[in-house]
C-alpha cells in the first residue's frame, strides 16, 4: 500500500498503529526506513529535520521529541502517527475512526489538519461511526448497507439523509437540492 501511495492511520493507534518504547520521532521516520535511510537502519539527518519539521507544524505537545510516545495524550499520539505517514509523502490517507479516544480539543485539531490536507490536494478517507463527524468533514459521504453502497450524498447532507439510506428507506425528494448535486466533489 505504500509503495501505491496510501497511508492509513488505523482506529487502534496503541496495538495497530504506534509502537510505545519507541521515542516520538523514532515512531515518526519508522515508515519511511526504507526510503530515506542508510541501509534501512537509521534515519538521514533530512529525514529527522523532516520529521521534526511535521511534528512542529502539528503542534505536538511534548518536552522533546526523544521521549516516549507513549508519554503522550491521545490526541498527540494520533499526531504522530499522521506525522509518520505524511512524511511517507502518500497520494492517499485514510483515517479510519480518526478521533477515537482524544479529547474535544485535540479533535478540533485534528478536523483542521484533515481539512488542511484536502485542500492541499491529498486524497482524504475518513471512515467514522461518528455521522456528525463525517458530515461535517466529507464533501461526499458514501452510505454501505449490507455490503453495498446504498448511495452518496454531497456535502450538505443531513444525518436524516444517511440515515434513510442506511436504513434502506428511500429519501422524499427536497426542494434545496438538485438532482445533478449528488457525486460532484467541491
Do not use: C
Amino acid at each position: 500500500m505504500m509503495d501505491a501511495g496510501v497511508a492509513l492511520l488505523t482506529e487502534d493507534r496503541k496495538v495497530l498503529g504506534l509502537l510505545p518504547e519507541l521515542s516520538i520521532r523514532e515512531n515518526v521516520t519508522i515508515a519511511s526506513l526504507r526510503t530515506g535511510s542508510r541501509k534501512g537502519l537509521l534515519p538521514r539527518r533530512s529525514q529527522i529535520s523532516e520529521a521534526d519539521a511535521l511534528l512542529d507544524s502539528l503542534r505536538i505537545r511534548a518536552g522533546s521529541y526523544d521521549q516516549p510516545v507513549s508519554s503522550l495524550s491521545g490526541g498527540n499520539q494520533q499526531k504522530v502517527l499522521l506525522a509518520r505517514w505524511l512524511l511517507t509523502k502518500p497520494k492517499v490517507i485514510m483515517f479510519d475512526e480518526p478521533t477515537k479516544g482524544i479529547d474535544i480539543g485535540a479533535k478540533g485539531e485534528l478536523y483542521d489538519v484533515i481539512n488542511g490536507l484536502a485542500r492541499q490536494g491529498l486524497a482524504v478517507v475518513v471512515v467514522s461511526s461518528y455521522l456528525p463527524e463525517l458530515l461535517g468533514l466529507a464533501d461526499r459521504v458514501v452510505v454501505l448497507r449490507e455490503d453495498a453502497i446504498a448511495g452518496e450524498l454531497p456535502r450538505g447532507a443531513s444525518e436524516e439523509d444517511v440515515l434513510q439510506l442506511a436504513s434502506g428507506v428511500t429519501p422524499s425528494p427536497r426542494n434545496d437540492r438538485s438532482d445533478n448535486a449528488v457525486g460532484q466533489n467541491t
